[in-house]
T-cell receptor, first 118, second 112 residues
Framework: AQKVTQAQTEISVVEKEDVTLDCVYE???????LFWYKQPPSGELVFLIR??????QNEISGRYSWNFQKSTSSFNFTITASQVVDSAVYFC???????????????FGQGTTLQVKP | SQTIHQWPATLVQPVGSPLSLECTVE??????LYWYRQAAGRGLQLLFY??????ISSEVPQNLSASRPQDRQFILSSKKLLLSDSGFYLC???????????FGPGTRLTVL
C-alpha cells in the first residue's frame, strides 16, 4: 500500500535559519509522482513542486530546494534563509502515474507545521 | 488559467441536516475532479473523485455522496450530517496529461 510519512509534526525556527522538512514514502509502483504543497493559515493548498520517479535530480527554486533519493524513499524539502511568510503547514504527497485504470489520487502525509519567528 | 471556486466558504449546520457543497472550475475542460476532507489534526483524506460527467468513485464509505452534473461542476452532499462530518472540504482538479492537482479555497464545515 502507498504511504507517506512526515515524522516532524512541528518545527520552529528563527528567521534566516535554514530548515529541512522530511518526507518518506512507500509504494510498490515503479512509476509515481511526489509532490509538496504549502497550506498557509487561509487554508488553501498551494502547489510547490512535482517530481516523477525517474527524475532524481535535485531542484532549486529561489530559497526552496528539494532532495529526492529513491534509495532511501525520501523527498526532503529545504527552505534556506527562512522568512516569517514561510510559516505554514507543509504536505508531502504521492500518486501513481496516470494510467487508464488510475486517476492520480494523492496520498498525503500528515503534514509538518513550520513556524518561523522574527 | 485554471480557477476553482468553492461555495460556501464557511458553513455551520446542525446534526441531521442536509448538506450541499459546490465546486466549479474554469479555464479547463474535462478535468478530473476530487473532494478531500481535512479533519482537525490536519491529514487530508480523499473522499470522491470523478473523471467525467456522471462518473463518481468513492474512496471512503460514509454518509456523504458526490455528483457531477456538468463537466465543470462537482457537488458534495449529505442527507443527514453527523458530528464527524465537521472539517475542511477541499475540491481539486487535475487536467491534461499531468497529475498535478490544484486545490480550491475550501469550505469549512462545522456540524453542531
Amino acid at each position: 500500500a502507498q504511504k507517506v510519512t512526515q515524522a516532524q509534526t512541528e518545527i520552529s525556527v528563527v528567521e534566516k535559519e535554514d530548515v529541512t522538512l522530511d518526507c518518506v514514502y512507500e509504494t510498490r509502483d515503479t512509476t509515481y509522482y511526489l509532490f509538496w504543497y504549502k497550506q498557509p493559515p487561509s487554508g488553501e493548498l498551494v502547489f510547490l513542486i512535482r517530481r516523477n520517479s525517474f527524475d532524481e535530480q535535485n531542484e532549486i527554486s529561489g530559497r526552496y530546494s528539494w532532495n529526492f533519493q529513491k534509495s532511501t524513499s525520501s523527498f526532503n524539502f529545504t527552505i534556506t534563509a527562512s522568512q516569517v511568510v514561510d510559516s505554514a503547514v507543509y504536505f508531502c504527497a504521492l500518486s501513481e502515474a496516470r494510467r487508464s485504470s488510475n486517476t492520480g489520487k494523492l496520498i498525503f502525509g500528515q503534514g509538518t507545521t513550520l513556524q518561523v519567528k522574527p | 488559467s485554471q480557477t476553482i471556486h468553492q461555495w460556501p466558504a464557511t458553513l455551520v449546520q446542525p446534526v441531521g441536516s442536509p448538506l450541499s457543497l459546490e465546486c466549479t472550475v474554469e479555464g479547463t475542460s474535462n478535468p478530473n475532479l476530487y473532494w478531500y476532507r481535512q479533519a482537525a489534526g490536519r491529514g487530508l483524506q480523499l473522499l470522491f473523485y470523478s473523471v467525467g460527467i456522471g462518473q463518481i468513485s468513492s474512496e471512503v464509505p460514509q454518509n456523504l455522496s458526490a455528483s457531477r452534473p456538468q463537466d465543470r461542476q462537482f457537488i458534495l452532499s449529505s442527507k443527514k450530517l453527523l458530528l464527524s462530518d465537521s472539517g475542511f472540504y477541499l475540491c481539486a482538479l487535475a487536467s491534461g496529461y499531468t497529475d498535478t492537482q490544484y486545490f480550491g479555497p475550501g469550505t469549512r464545515l462545522t456540524v453542531l
